[in-house]
């Protein structure tokens, strides 16, 4: 596609089971950042990806979140034993080369009950 | 760490009229983005600034970022209601990876 796709677009679960968040960039993007947006606040950075490492996890809240991009491309966000503090929209982004523009996908609002 | 305050924090506004928001680092800003954010959906890039005094304009959207690189404004001329949600400004940190972002101005604009 032309732009950065996230799925699911919404996400419920229940307190204490694991989700996976996927993200596909824009191609050719080497680039890739993940982002948590909670209500009325601005995006605060989680983990950023250069090619198939992850370059950066310092924003990774704790050891329940972890992501990976095997190949370089798709990028999965995965939460185990989730928390209702979890709740919020999960912002991925991409760039051609890193600090260029990025380009963010809609986000996955997921909701933890 | 490098900290983005955005003023106002919401901003409502006559059809028309014109309108200035205001972002301010604790730090120098080593690159300032300017993005557009509608409820539900991702960010939309507007402008990089990256040079103190350098001024970008898009349609009727004007940012400018201050000679000491410290502060950026975001100008909007003969507001539209498709103006309207939520702006954004984020910096590049010196060094790592880490592009910050404000809290967010939430834009109104009334027919």
């Known amino acids: 596609g032309a732009g950065v796709s996230q799925t699911p677009s919404n996400k419920v679960t229940e307190k204490g089971k694991y989700v996976e968040l996927r993200c596909d960039p824009i191609?050719?993007?080497?680039?890739l950042y993940w982002y948590r947006q909670s209500l009325g606040q601005g995006p605060e950075f989680l983990i950023y990806?250069?090619?198939?490492?992850?370059?950066?996890d310092s924003g990774l809240p704790n050891d329940r979140f972890f992501a990976v991009r095997p190949e370089g491309s798709v990028s999965t966000l995965k939460i185990q034993r989730t928390e209702r503090g979890d709740s919020a929209v999960y912002l991925c982004?991409?760039?051609?080369?890193?600090?260029?523009?990025?380009?963010f996908g809609q986000g996955t609002r997921l909701t933890v009950v | 760490s490098q900290e983005l305050e955005q003023s106002p924090q919401s901003l409502i506004v006559q059809e028309g009229k014109n309108l200035t928001i205001n972002c301010t680092s604790s730090?120098?800003?080593?690159?300032l983005y300017w993005y557009k954010q509608k409820y539900g959906e991702g960010l939309i890039f507007l402008m990089m600034?990256?040079?103190?005094?350098e001024e970008k304009s898009h349609e009727k959207i004007t940012a400018k970022l201050d000679e000491k690189k410290q502060q950026s404004s975001l100008h909007i001329t003969a507001s539209q209601p498709s103006h309207a949600g939520i702006y954004l400004c984020?910096?590049?940190?010196?060094?790592?990876?880490?592009?910050?972002f404000g809290g967010g101005t939430r834009l109104m604009v009334k027919p």
């Open positions: 982004a991409s760039s051609l080369i890193h600090r260029g523009e990025a380009f």
């Open positions: 191609s050719g993007h080497t680039a």
């Open positions: 990806f250069q090619g198939t490492g992850a370059a950066d």
């Open positions: 730090k120098t800003l080593y690159g």
């Open positions: 600034l990256q040079k103190g005094g």
């Open positions: 984020g910096a590049d940190p010196p060094a790592g990876n880490m592009l910050t």
